[in-house]
């Protein structure tokens, strides 16, 4: 039975999802341009698939018993009869295109990334969405752990790029089809035996999907976690030199690791390397502020004294804990469970939702809006048609040029570009308008000139590099 939303819901975005306003857009839009600035110098080629997927190549990858396929897929089929999905991660969709495209045939390893929006209907909480923003990196066509550690490099320094000067790399080997299974039985062995301390899923996963019990958020999961077999006891030598290759290569590079025995990822399609990205998360002068409050009501509830020695929030520095960022692996059997040849492939997705939310509490300046170098003042009619024509041939003359449409007072709209931190100000009435003039304004000390709007671009190069540089020598004017 469809729900009946009411006129208050429907003008409201559909749960888990929002709206990205213009200020935090603005470090969306910083953060893509990072990572897309540091993939592209590592040669990684942007790609842009669609955000609906046949909802076939999603099962036998990712795993009938993986939490996307079991209940987080967007399913729907169309009209014609297609089973469709939103997409719901990406390295499935890389691994189509590779083969759609014909990719094999260019040359190895094919290095690809992407941005964008995913789907996955799962209970929203803080920093999780229904709709959610990822930036993905795949290295496809690559067996050496040269390749995994590339990725993970490239991780890195986006997260150092983008001011963060403490996180960790936890990183872990899964072995390959042959040894897993070894480890596979060990862990059921042994899970079988706590079965009664493991929650209501995990007895489910035991049956199902073992090495997900390793992921398990439930705190009496979680204990048991601390005794499970490590997978490194159980991995052959070929994926034991594979690990031990891209440590090396990660020690090489500096890059903080930490190697976690019995890390895995949600995914079937992962084998050996598995990794996951932390930071130390700054807490918000409003998190911080409210464990003050509760710190202050456990003082007063017990009425004992606080000395000065004591670790209460107040006299703790400010408060961090990690977050995960993201995420990735090795996946060299993906290919196959969608009937294709064997592919090597390793890659990493980034959340951004998070990262976004990181970056606005650590005020990384990534949001400046630059200033304008000029402001466009008009006043009356024909005033307004001739700026418009001018702001043009400013803007492709590559100045930064900013106005007000809608504001007519010369007051309201030089308050205005003082407000946007313009440089100068050009200001044309209806006199400047008929006889080809128009008046410089230095926005810092009220001077004005008048100039011909002819020699308008002459004129404002030199006042902008004067301004820029105020010692130069040669202020020779232009009119
Ligand atoms: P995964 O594709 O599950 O390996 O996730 C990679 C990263 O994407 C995670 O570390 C999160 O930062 C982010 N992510 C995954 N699911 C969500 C979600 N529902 N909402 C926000 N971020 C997500």
């Avoid at 987080?72 to 014609?80: E, I, L, V």
Wanted: charged share 30%.
């Amino acid at each position: 039975m469809p729900k009946k939303l009411s006129k208050k819901d429907f003008l409201k975005t559909p749960k888990g999802t929002r709206d990205i306003m213009p200020h935090d857009a603005l470090i969306w839009r910083a953060i893509e341009s990072k990572v897309g600035e540091i993939a592209s110098a590592y040669g990684f080629k942007f790609i842009r698939t669609p955000h609906i997927e046949h909802a076939e190549l999603f099962a036998p990858t990712l795993g009938e018993a993986s939490d996307i396929v079991e209940k987080q897929m967007y399913a729907f089929k169309t009209g014609g009869g297609d089973n469709l999905v939103l997409r719901p991660e990406w390295t499935v969709p890389a691994v189509r295109a590779y083969f759609e495209h014909g990719m094999h045939s260019w040359p190895q390893p094919v290095m690809l990334y992407t941005y964008g929006s995913f789907f996955r209907h799962e209970n929203p909480q803080k920093g999780r969405f229904r709709e959610f923003g990822q930036f993905d990196l795949e290295v496809l066509g690559d067996e050496s752990g040269a390749a995994d550690a590339l990725v993970v490099r490239v991780f890195s320094i986006i997260f150092q790029e983008l001011g963060f000067k403490n996180f960790i790399v936890h990183i872990n080997t899964l072995g390959d089809k042959e040894c897993r299974g070894e480890y596979r039985k060990e862990l059921v062995a042994y899970y079988r035996r706590k079965i009664n301390s493991l929650c209501k899923d995990c007895r489910n996963r035991l049956k199902t999907n073992p090495l997900r019990l390793l992921d398990c958020k439930e705190p009496s999961c979680q204990e048991l976690k601390e005794g499970a077999p490590k997978t490194i006891d159980f991995v052959c030598q070929s994926c034991r030199a594979h690990f031990k290759n891209v440590l090396e290569f990660l020690d090489e590079l500096a890059v903080p690791y930490f190697i976690d025995p019995r890390l895995v990822r949600g995914l079937d399609y992962y084998s050996r390397t598995v990794f996951e990205v932390f930071a130390e998360r700054v807490q918000t002068k409003k998190e911080n502020q409210e464990d003050k409050e509760k710190a202050e009501n456990i003082k007063d509830a017990s009425k004992t004294a606080v000395d000065s020695n004591d670790k209460t929030a107040e006299n703790k520095p400010e408060e961090a804990s990690l977050i995960a960022l993201g995420g990735g692996g090795r996946y060299d059997y993906l290919a196959e469970s969608l009937g294709q040849k064997k592919l090597f492939g390793v890659g990493v997705a980034i959340g951004l939702d998070r990262l976004a939310e990181e970056l606005k509490n650590r005020s990384a300046g990534l949001t400046r809006e630059k200033k304008p170098d000029i402001y466009m003042v008009q006043l009356g009619p024909q005033a307004k048609k001739k700026t418009l024509a001018m702001f043009e041939s400013l803007r492709k003359a590559k100045f930064n040029v900013a106005q007000s449409l809608a504001k007519d007072s010369l007051r309201a709209q030089l308050q205005s570009a003082d407000k946007a931190g313009a440089a100068l100000a050009l200001i044309i009435g209806q006199k400047e308008a008929l006889d080809g003039t128009i008046i410089i304004r230095d926005m810092s000390t009220g001077a004005q000139e008048t100039v011909l709007q002819e020699k308008i671009l002459d004129n404002l190069k030199k006042k902008l590099k004067i301004l820029a540089n105020p010692q130069a020598p040669g202020k020779a004017e232009v009119k």
